[in-house]
């Protein structure tokens, strides 16, 4: 293994798979779906779901791809083959890669509308309006799809370029940038809210507070839908970092981290929101308008105050995606450059055109397609595609790398690979692999598809 290849830094792994991790997931939708799936109760359950298939789930894809240290196709092909298990196995970093490419389509036009706010808070565009005015100005922002296209574009080409530059010199020293400023601009919000406000306690109660009425089968979907999710497993992105990774790196303690600081993130996110949302007497079930109408209009109401916190906190948005849609550009890169010679800038700029390009759809469903329905599902593209990536293709991603993880790769590998770990907390791992995690994912994924329970 040439040094090249592997990261400079002991700590870059777990700071470019948190910053996978950490993104949208944390900051936009882990906050609305706690206000839409009744607070605590959603809290615990995803907090559950983390410790007991999402780290195990991140340890496994950490064990591939560290072992093989390559693109997540040939990782498996190389595992399988020392395991005497079938090559079909590869099936599932390539299901990966189509996951990638229809979350990121849409993932990218989202990040876009975080540009749009920090810009229009920066220009002090929002300044002063009620949350009537706000809902306009965010209707009038999707309604427009040039302007979406533009701030579409230029997530698309900031991604891009990260990644051409390559593993070291683009992954590794943006990340090297955006990491510490992501932290410390939440802590910054964080801060405030809890100066500011005086509605900390009110939000500590009601993020913490377990009411056991309120945990239905729809918020055990949900919750596990959303650790999927957020830590970025199910489509070998972790896979794919973890091949850049120090052979001397632990990696038990490493799934730790990015787990520990991926939840981190996502309760500190709740905390940064809910007291500004209720100082305002806003409703913090608003569902997906909760960051860009309803704290937005919070940000409004605080004068000069609330510009200078508006735009810092769209900017926060925008570096958390950035350094979550890097994750889902390289594994395709890093296989077309090591299987087929491709040259690398090449190869991210194809790429990242494609994902463009497909974001379209997602752009015109929020105009001019609003109401279509694509093949009688009564979807509009976005939802079809924002629903065939997280709900259907990433739980089977996770399903089957569970399964792979726990069958078909040799227990001789993942031993080898998690020697910190005691015999007992092995057994553990490779007994959530084999039962417990494909047990639990499949009764999620069959309910969520027959969309029947409630
Ligand atoms: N974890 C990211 C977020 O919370 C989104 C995401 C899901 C992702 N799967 C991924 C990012 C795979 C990179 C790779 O916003």
């Avoid at 900051?27 to 206000?35: A, D, E, I, N, R």
């Avoid at 920066?122 to 427009?144: I, R, S």
């Avoid at 995606?321 to 040259?343: H, Q, T, Y």
């Avoid at 990536?389 to 993880?405: E, H, T």
Wanted: with cysteine.
């Amino acid at each position: 293994m040439s040094d090249a290849k592997i990261w400079a830094k002991k700590s870059t792994f777990i700071f470019a798979a948190a910053g996978s991790a950490i993104g949208l997931g944390n900051l936009w939708k882990f906050p609305y779906m706690v206000g839409e799936n009744g607070g605590g109760a959603f809290v615990i359950v995803y907090l559950l779901c983390v410790l007991l298939i999402g780290l195990p789930l991140m340890m496994s894809e950490t064990i591939v791809g560290k072992h093989a240290h390559g693109n997540a196709i040939d990782a498996i092909g190389e595992t399988a083959e020392r395991s005497g298990a079938s090559q079909n196995w590869k099936g599932i970093a390539a299901l990966g890669m189509v996951t990638a490419l229809l979350l990121l389509s849409f993932y990218s036009v989202i990040a876009g509308w975080a540009f749009d706010y920090t810009w229009a808070f920066a220009k002090g565009d929002l300044a002063g309006k009620d949350t009537a005015a706000v809902k306009l100005y965010f209707d009038a922002l999707q309604a427009d799809p040039q302007r979406l296209i533009l701030w579409h574009s230029v997530f698309m080409f900031a991604t891009a370029a990260i990644i051409a530059r390559g593993a070291k010199d683009g992954i590794e020293k943006s990340l090297g940038l955006m990491m510490p400023l992501l932290f410390i601009i939440l802590f910054v919000m964080v801060g405030y809210s809890a100066f500011v406000t005086g509605k900390f306690g009110e939000t500590l109660t009601y993020m913490f507070t377990i009411d056991f009425a309120k945990i239905t089968p729809m918020v055990v979907i949900n919750a596990l839908g959303q650790a999927f999710f957020s830590l970025s497993i199910g489509m070998c992105a972790i896979m794919t970092y973890a091949a850049y990774m120090r052979d001397d790196i632990s990696i038990s303690r490493s799934a730790v981290y990015i787990s520990g600081l991926d939840t981190l993130m996502a309760l500190l996110a709740g905390l940064a929101i809910f007291p500004i949302v209720f100082a305002n007497g806003l409703n913090a079930g608003s569902g997906p308008g909760l960051l860009f109408v309803t704290l937005s209009t919070a940000f409004a109401q605080i004068g000069m105050l609330g510009t200078i916190l508006g735009a810092l906190f769209f900017f926060l948005v925008i570096i958390a995606a950035l350094s979550s849609s890097i994750s889902l550009v390289e594994p395709l890169v890093k296989w077309l450059e090591e299987r087929f010679g491709v040259n690398r800038v090449f190869a991210t700029f194809g790429y990242c055109f494609i994902v463009w390009a497909l974001g379209l759809l997602t752009v015109f469903s929020f105009n001019i397609w609003a109401k279509a329905d694509v093949l009688g599902t009564g979807k509009n593209p976005f939802d079809l595609i924002s629903f065939a990536a997280s709900s259907v293709l990433l739980p089977l991603g996770g399903l089957l790398l569970a399964i792979y993880a726990g069958w078909g790769l040799d227990k001789k590998i993942s031993r080898e690979q998690l020697s910190t770990l005691n015999g007992t907390l092995f057994s553990v791992w490779l007994f959530i692999m084999r039962f417990v995690a494909p047990v639990l994912i499949s009764i999620v994924f069959i309910a969520s598809l027959l969309g029947k329970v409630s």
